[in-house]
């Protein structure tokens, strides 16, 4: 594993994020007392972009979204989603793949993570703006 910037536990205890200095955001499947690797998310070449925090989004039960007057790519996850504020200006969410929703397992690192939503921040004096703490209000 390369050096780690950021770690996140999901707020079901099974699952870990890690934040690493290639780039990359490792998803590993924490139960039963062991690491295996389910997903990576790959931010950028290797060393251009590193998760320097990280944050866990739970689903929320929503009645009815087709009667809502708000866009479809504005409605509350059906999975749990990753947030990850990054040394490029920018603060990313990723959703899960349905499988993690679930709880299963999968016993591939090919587990797809989509990124849905970027923010980027302002820049001052031509500085990057890093983003060093994320949280997810309830």
């Known amino acids: 594993l390369p050096p ?3 770690l996140a536990a999901s707020r079901t ?3 870990l994020a890690i934040g690493c200095e290639d780039s990359t955001i490792r998803i590993l499947n924490i139960m039963d007392d062991e690491l295996e ?3 990576r998310i790959e931010l950028g070449g290797p060393g251009k972009v590193r998760a320097l925090s990280l944050a866990w ?3 929320i039960e929503v009645p009815d979204v ?3 007057s708000l866009p479809a790519h504005f409605a509350t996850p059906a ?3 990753l947030i990850a504020g990054c040394s490029n200006s920018t603060i990313l969410r990723f959703d899960s ?3 993690l929703a679930t709880g299963s397992s999968t016993n591939s690192s090919a587990t797809v993570w989509r990124m849905l939503h970027r923010m980027t921040l302002d820049r001052l ?3 990057q703006t890093v983003v060093w703490a994320v949280t997810v209000l309830k």
């Open 79 to 81: 999975s749990p989603y």
């Open 57 to 59: 989004g739970m689903p």
């Open 97 to 99: 793949p349905s499988s």
């Open 125 to 127: 004096k031509g500085e």
């Open 66 to 68: 087709t009667s809502s």
């Open 13 to 15: 205890s099974s699952h």
């Open 4 to 6: 780690i910037f950021s």
């Open 37 to 39: 690797l389910i997903a």
